[in-house]
């Protein structure tokens, strides 16, 4: 009854949802497999977790790091802007160094130049270096139908080349498979047995790769940058695989995305720093070519070819869409993958198509079609650290959303998410028959029905509805109207509202004792579901009603003041791109995290710690938090009230992801419970007495998986301002 | 301050697993190279064009060592220094805070000379150490700006590396696993 009543505008079993249905048991199963193998996942797991060290430790260190990420962007923003004159300039110049130029507009395009070249210099054996546009448009399919042999050098591709598979990680391509399983790999090619130490393995890899590398015809290679001033293609490798592909065969092929051309030598500078640094934490990748046409060998220039074939296939399309312009910013670092947290456990062979990782989502879209995007587009759960860490800050999060809109829209919504995402509905109706509702939920075949019907997963504890809202709260309460220098709106959002009014009344009085004058004005939730689940019109919707009511307020000076770090965050990054207005900008520019504006009314003494407080104490910061502030204006009047507090992290996400950790099964409860289990064990060995952090849903995840206490620190602080 | 760019540039050539020298002229750049391919017991050596007095010196030494030396001439010229223990190039200058030698070549064959042998030793001048990526882009704009000439220029810091499996390091995957850099003219030699 509660639920149908919740439920007015679902859409019913139609082929479209048919057909999303599908998609969700493959991925699921996808999911399930991949939870179970569990070498493959710890693998995936320490190398991700290095990845994101090294990075950091390399970003510390940085000259200009400050500025870098802006740099970067900056580099690829105007190159993308003047990319017509850029290839222009990049073709003549290389053309004048001799080198032939194709551009191909798209896949079938490229891959029949350079299959005919191969065929008419009478081409038997190709060596290529890594190259993930030849692997977008599938070239070596292509030159072994005609007969040709082609070998992968770098020693990751190779492994997956051998063992028929796509790339696992984007930077470490084959880091699912054991030494054992390359030895069996090798043995099987070179048809003799190959012993398991590293030493055996390389000495058979370097043996058998040399004899491709010295009799190869042609030689395959990608190209990181693209020179336009002078010409120029510049290859990265740390093997130096690369150098001999390009140098020993009469022919070298380079493939390159019309993306990756750059004005000068100069942005190229930055770039070539870039690339190691949010790969592999390097300064510099050991072997970096600057490719000015073909060279002769030993003096001889006969049949020493150049040719770069350009590729479009979409890029150009991309270009114009101003959704996905950002996507050709990418410069295949890999560090968005490095801090996915669902793609940590399931590896790119389930969250990827042949791009992997956060930023394959868009990518694949736009070049292998909606279809190959939307098979895992849903493992994205909005948690937003690929925006966070890319180092051309790129908004991965909300290309995603779109990816997904456009899939709903053509195939369908699952009735989970368009019930999560109407939260919302579903806690007015809770509340308003609290406690009934509480009893009900709490009833085990209630859960069962909640889980087949909707697909709510039993084994995850909801929270308590509260029977008077906090915006019920507000508005019986007497109006004080004290004008004030100091004002702020408090909003409030779901959790605050429906399930702990208790909160928001503390926030309200606390900031009242401070001589603030709050504001209550009408809201609705911030809607990030919406977002998650790829509502995009009705996030729009949503976040004009939010921006209309509280728009007035900023225009007076009012700050707008949350409890809730993705409220912060859906008002301060989500809405603005949303709308695009003036208004929500400056909305935007007013919104504050609740611990940032108090640790401002405590540095002009507004408010006072009238007593203190010990005990140990983890906090947790929750991810959409890491763009706002990180927490470090919680942690540090924590600290001042007496705590012992360890911030405690694994680098990632914990996995709950708002309503994604409630949803049944592997695409939800499953898979949350994975990535959150590593940060559940660094909890527990931490010695710490209870939990701090301000996400309502980390919030339920951590008690769950833990057992400790967790806590609003504004429930800590506030006693400690009071007495 | 060249003192300290020295320096500089062999820490962090060591961080990326390479070797720095330092020499104060040919003679003793020479009694280097001896040490290195003594102790490793190098048979064959392929070098690029070096100075006439650095020639002079190892063309002393290589039969003394029994070290054969590939011709630069030879019609098998690729197959034999893909058998070659050694090869020794000259860096035309070197950025030390990347530790990076920089390599500037105009045919293919010197690049084969580092990135084939097990072993590279390099010579840099102690004077063409820059500090910084910055400081070689005028360098560079040299070469692309004194024509059209091709060119391949290589930024090389330290040997051949790969984590691929199971993330462990192993150098030499598929060119050199030991670089060693020769500092010459250098006022700290070894």
Redesign the interface.
Known sequence: MVLTKCMPSFSTQTEVTRMTSHRYRILSQKISNAILAKGRAA?LY??MA?GREARSKAFARLEGAETFRDDIRTIKQDSIERLEELLGTFSENAR???AKVYLASNAEDANHYIVELAKARNVRLVSKSKSLTSEEIELNKFLEAEGIKVVE????ER?IQLAKEKPFHLV????H???QE?AELLSAELQKPVSDD?ES??KA??ES??EV??HSDMGISGANIAIA??G?IVVET????A??V???PKIHVVIVGVEKIVGT??EA?KL??AHPMSATG??????????????????NFEGRELHIVILDNGRLRMRDSASFREALYCIRCGACMNVCPTYGVVGGHVFGYIYPGPIGIPWTAEVHGLDKAAEFAPLCISCGLCKEICPADIDIPMMIARVKQQDIEANGQLLVNEFLSEAESFARVACAMAPASNWLLRRKTMRIIAERLIGIDRRRPLPEFAKETFLQWFRKRESRTTESDSKAVYFVDLYANYNDPQLGKMAVELLEEADVQVAVPPQKSSGMPYVSYGELKKAEKVALYNIQSLYPFATKGFSIVSTEPTASYMLKFIYPKLLGTPESNLVAQHSIEIFEFLSNLKSKGRVHIKSRTSGKVGFHISCHQRALSSGKFTVSLLREIGLDVKVIETGTCCGMAGTFGMKRGPLGFDLSEEVGKPLFELFLNSGVDFIATESSVCKIHLEQGTGLRVEHPLKIVKAAFER | MQDNLQNLFAD?LA??SGQTHFASDEHQTAKIIQKIIAERRVATIAKTSLSDELNLELSSIFPVLGVEEIA??ADD???QV?KADAGITTATFAIA????LVEI?????E??IS??PPIHIALVRARDIVPS??D??PR??QV?LSG?S???????????????????L?L?????HEVHAIVLHSDRSD
Do not use: C, W
């Open positions: 693998a320490s190398a290095r004048q160094r001799g050098t770098d020693l990751g492994i470490l391509p084959a880091i498979k054991t030494r390359v590293m393995l390389m890899v370097r790769l040399r590398f010295l001033q002078t120029t740390n093997e130096g695989n150098r001999l390009t140098s020993i030598m100069r500078a070539i720093v390097q300064r510099l990748t050991n072997y970096v070519s600057f490719i000015s046409g073909r060279l002769p060998l030993a003096g | 962090r961080e990326q630069a001439s010229f690729v197959l893909s805070e990347t530790g990076t070549v105009n045919d293919d064959r690049r084969l990135s084939l990526l910055d070689a882009a560079l704009n692309y059209i091709n060119s391949v220029v290589t930024f090389i810091s330290g040997p051949s590396r790969t984590a691929d499996i199971e993330l462990r192993v030499g995957v598929h060119g050199p």
